[in-house]
């Protein structure tokens, strides 16, 4: 009895303290949490991942009188797995004859004209348009169950060779498929990851609000919220392999926020790096509140299994080397 009572006023202060976490609206969210994409690791030479993803600038322009700035509308990322080709969401391709691949780990600094990519043509695949066509007719709104989703991928020819790019050319490997994963005896239940892209590196609406930054001068304004290559850690489950789409509840695992489409997401395989997925979406639980302070992207993270799509991409590469360029519209 004596035990009892001692013990007793931790409980309570324990489910006082639970009870008042779970009343805010921060509580349990991974975007907010050191180790999500948000509040992740700065991609840098030195890093496993490093020279196999790229910038995707939409609306572009280039001044080369000032060539440390470039100017965009709007972003998404990328992954290289051919020295001329790109794989992104095909949702990215809007406005694509506008858009320019920036090869860098940072957009924030100076970039040369020799970091920038042309895209000459690139290809979705039909059912993607076909579902697109059909949500939009029925004015069907985005969410996790649409079809469309299930095809979100697009594979971008560039003007020329990525110079200092590593190719995820091994992704085609037959060893590495699907059925290998699910069939094997020796296969283990889960798998580490990675995900990297150049989305939001901050929860936060304003950078300068952020504690990380606040103890930093800002000149004129705080650095963009966007534009830096970021990575987060996370879990496969041998579940996961067999799906179309791999989807993370970002309340309880790093994930991904805007201008993150089309980012790569790498599963360690047989102790090498192998690429699993791109990002496609995240759905949020509820819409963002601009009044808010945050930002927040928790909700529903959404990767395309791009072990489904091996052939698409495969004779999609063959397609694109025999068809003309698309027009050009801009000289870089």
Same mark, same amino acid.
């Given at each position: +009895?004596?035990?009892?009572?001692?013990?007793?006023?931790?409980? +309570?202060?324990?489910?006082?303290?639970?009870?008042?976490?779970?009343?805010?609206?921060?509580?349990? $969210?991974k975007t907010k949490i050191d180790g999500s994409i948000l509040r992740g690791t700065a991609v840098g030479p030195g890093d496993q991942i490093f020279g196999r993803t790229v910038y995707i600038a939409k609306n572009f322009s280039f001044d080369l009188s000032s060539p440390s700035l470039f100017r965009k509308f709007g972003l998404c990322s990328g992954v290289i797995i051919d020295q001329y080709y790109v794989l992104t969401a095909a949702h990215c391709t809007e406005n694509i004859k506008e858009s320019r691949v920036i090869f860098t780990e940072d957009a924030n600094q100076a970039i040369t004209p020799d970091q920038i990519y042309k895209i000459v043509n690139y290809e979705?695949?039909?059912?993607?348009? *076909?579902?697109? =066509? @059909?949500?939009?007719?029925?004015?069907?709104?985005?969410?996790?169950?649409?079809?469309?989703?299930?095809?979100? =991928?697009?594979?971008?020819?560039?003007?020329?060779?990525?110079?200092?790019?590593?190719?995820?050319n091994s992704y085609?490997?037959?060893?590495?498929?699907?059925?290998? +994963?699910? &069939?094997?005896?020796?296969?283990?239940?889960?798998?580490?990851?990675?995900?990297?892209?150049?989305? @939001?590196?901050?929860?936060?609406? @304003?950078?300068?609000?952020?504690?990380?930054? &606040?103890?930093?001068s800002f000149d004129d304004s705080p650095p963009p919220l966007n534009g830096t290559l970021m990575k987060a850690q996370l879990t496969l489950n041998i579940t996961d392999f067999?799906?179309?789409?791999?989807?993370?509840?970002? @309340?309880?695992?790093?994930?991904?926020?805007?201008? $993150?489409?089309?980012?790569?997401l790498f599963a360690i395989r047989d102790d090498e790096l192998y690429l699993q997925g791109i990002a496609i979406a995240t759905f949020k639980v509820k819409d963002e509140d601009p009044t808010n302070a945050y930002n927040s992207c928790y909700?529903?993270?959404?990767? =395309?299994?791009? $072990?489904?799509?091996?052939?698409?991409?495969?004779?999609?590469?063959?397609?694109? *080397?025999?068809?003309?360029?698309?027009?050009?519209?801009?000289?870089?």
């Amino acid at each position: +009895m004596t035990l009892r009572r001692w013990f007793a006023p931790f409980v +309570m202060l324990f489910l006082s303290l639970l009870f008042t976490a779970c009343g805010d609206g921060n509580f349990m $969210d991974k975007t907010k949490i050191d180790g999500s994409i948000l509040r992740g690791t700065a991609v840098g030479p030195g890093d496993q991942i490093f020279g196999r993803t790229v910038y995707i600038a939409k609306n572009f322009s280039f001044d080369l009188s000032s060539p440390s700035l470039f100017r965009k509308f709007g972003l998404c990322s990328g992954v290289i797995i051919d020295q001329y080709y790109v794989l992104t969401a095909a949702h990215c391709t809007e406005n694509i004859k506008e858009s320019r691949v920036i090869f860098t780990e940072d957009a924030n600094q100076a970039i040369t004209p020799d970091q920038i990519y042309k895209i000459v043509n690139y290809e979705s695949p039909d059912e993607y348009q *076909e579902a697109r =066509l @059909r949500e939009i007719k029925k004015a069907i709104a985005p969410g996790p169950q649409n079809r469309s989703n299930f095809y979100d =991928l697009a594979v971008l020819k560039l003007s020329r060779p990525i110079a200092g790019a590593k190719y995820s050319n091994s992704y085609f490997q037959d060893k590495n498929s699907v059925i290998h +994963m699910t &069939q094997s005896k020796d296969v283990r239940l889960t798998a580490e990851a990675f995900v990297a892209g150049y989305g @939001r590196i901050s929860e936060y609406n @304003r950078l300068a609000d952020d504690p990380r930054f &606040q103890a930093k001068s800002f000149d004129d304004s705080p650095p963009p919220l966007n534009g830096t290559l970021m990575k987060a850690q996370l879990t496969l489950n041998i579940t996961d392999f067999s799906q179309r789409v791999i989807s993370r509840s970002q @309340r309880f695992s790093s994930g991904v926020c805007t201008g $993150d489409s089309g980012a790569p997401l790498f599963a360690i395989r047989d102790d090498e790096l192998y690429l699993q997925g791109i990002a496609i979406a995240t759905f949020k639980v509820k819409d963002e509140d601009p009044t808010n302070a945050y930002n927040s992207c928790y909700g529903e993270s959404m990767y =395309l299994n791009l $072990d489904f799509h091996k052939t698409w991409i495969y004779k999609t590469i063959q397609k694109l *080397e025999k068809r003309k360029p698309m027009p050009e519209i801009l000289t870089i």
